[in-house]
């Protein structure tokens, strides 16, 4: 019955700002860790960003460390991603995803839900 709805993406130059959206029904997020992965054509998905949902205690990979914010927002059920400073390296599926476990997790094999994703593709 959970379904993850990922909205937010587009093109951009680099250097330009996006805000992913990762809306949640079917359960409440506060419960869960939520974590957000990118893949890129023909390569592995990779972990981005994530935020626990008993403490909102967050983490980055380095890649976007300093560049992107993860926040949510639980009277909307939604956790967002702002991205900012986009590099063409950026470009991908960008993925939310749901584990229930602590503490967060970094490997996109230890997540139960998954949303269908959404493009964002950076122009250089």
């Known amino acids: 019955q959970v379904q993850l709805v990922e909205s937010g993406g587009g093109l951009v130059q680099a250097g330009g700002s996006l805000r992913l959206s990762c809306a949640a029904s079917?359960?409440?997020?506060?419960?869960?860790?939520v974590g957000w992965f990118r893949q890129a054509p023909r390569e592995e998905r990779e972990f981005v960003a994530a935020?626990?949902?008993?403490?909102?205690?967050?983490n980055y990979a380095d890649s976007a460390l300093g560049r992107f914010t993860i926040s949510k927002d639980n009277a909307k059920n939604t956790v967002y991603l702002q991205m900012n400073g986009l590099k063409p390296e950026d470009t991908g599926v960008y993925y939310c995803?749901?584990?229930?476990?602590?503490?967060?997790?970094?490997?996109?094999?230890?997540?139960?839900?998954w949303g269908l994703g959404t493009q964002v593709t950076v122009s250089s």
């Open positions: 995803a749901l584990d229930g476990g602590l503490p967060i997790k970094r490997s996109s094999g230890e997540y139960d839900y």
């Open positions: 079917g359960r409440t997020l506060s419960r869960y860790n």
């Open positions: 935020i626990s949902g008993r403490t909102g205690t967050t």
